[in-house]
């Protein structure tokens, strides 16, 4: 079975600053997608951004990128010029292909300070 | 255009009750899914549908829980008799099936609290 590792409790960082979230995940597939959705106190969880395994290119998405290392199966994200609505929680997320079961980390939970 | 509408979006109930938590789904989406979210567990998949037809129930706890979708614009997910274990916020998703993998619209959310 896949799993999905986010080793950050908590982070925190103050606005404007970059930031880098963590996500580790197992899985003998070759081909899958990996997402980070985030959930701000509103509780309504909402993609941020999204990567399919078999692109080498990195996934960008305004000030939001992720660098994913394939064969260290690792998918973090990148938060460029912080800003205060960017506290939530970060949930990274693997879904194999041909599948529609998203397996999610525990989460981490990002404040940014003014 | 409306999101996922979820109802109620905070339930209080004693142990032994039934509860049901309703879905509307995004219109035209024909994939919908029930999460559970507790800080023990994080985020599972319950339960989910293809063009109203369950296609992946091994998510579900027990046979207390059940859910259906009578309709292209309308699920349940029904848990009778409730226990104080369930208390957790349950998530509906939905999307369309052939769209982008993986983009899931999730609603607001029903936090359940069994006493």
Same mark, same amino acid.
């Given at each position: ?5 986010? &080793?950050?409790?908590?982070?925190s ?5 970059t930031?880098?979230? &963590? ?7 070759? /081909?899958?997608?990996?997402f980070?959705? $985030?959930?701000?106190? %509103?509780?309504?969880? +909402? ?8 692109k080498?290119? /990195?996934?960008?998405? /305004?000030?939001? %990128?992720?660098n994913f290392?394939?064969?260290?199966? &690792? ?6 010029? %912080?800003q ?5 929680m ?8 041909g599948a529609? $079961?998203?397996?999610?980390g525990?989460?981490t939970?990002?404040? +940014?300070?003014p | 255009?409306?999101?996922v ?12 009750q039934?509860v049901?938590?309703?879905c509307k789904?995004?219109? *035209? ?12 567990? *994080? ?6 549908? =293809?063009? =109203? ?7 579900m706890?027990?046979d ?17 008799p409730s ?10 998703a ?7 993998? *993986?983009?899931?619209?999730?609603g607001?959310g029903?936090?359940?609290?069994v006493?």
């Open positions: 079975a896949q799993t999905v590792t986010q &080793s950050q409790p908590e982070m960082v103050q606005e404007a600053e930031v880098t979230l &963590s996500c580790t995940y197992d899985t003998s597939e070759n /081909n899958y997608y990996l980070w959705y $985030k959930q701000p106190p %509103s509780r309504q969880m +909402i993609l941020v951004i999204r990567q399919e395994a078999y080498q290119q /990195n996934a960008t998405e /305004n000030r939001f %990128s992720v290392q394939k064969a260290a199966k &690792s998918f973090s994200l990148k938060i460029s010029d %912080s205060l609505g960017d506290t939530a970060y949930f990274c997320a693997f879904m194999n292909q529609q $079961k998203l397996v999610f525990q989460g939970r990002l404040t +940014i300070n | 255009d409306a999101g509408i979820q109802s109620p979006r905070h339930e209080v109930t004693e142990m032994g039934e049901t938590l309703r789904p995004i219109s *035209g989406h024909n994939s919908l899914f029930w999460y559970r979210q507790t800080m023990m567990r *994080g985020l599972e998949l319950l339960i989910y549908f =293809n063009n =109203n037809v369950p296609i992946d129930d091994s998510g706890p027990e207390r829980f059940s859910a259906k979708m009578p309709n292209a614009s309308f699920s349940t997910l029904k848990i009778q226990e104080p274990r369930d208390s957790a916020v349950y998530f509906c939905s999307s369309l099936q052939g769209g982008h993998a *993986g983009e899931l619209f999730f607001e029903s936090r359940l609290t006493l």
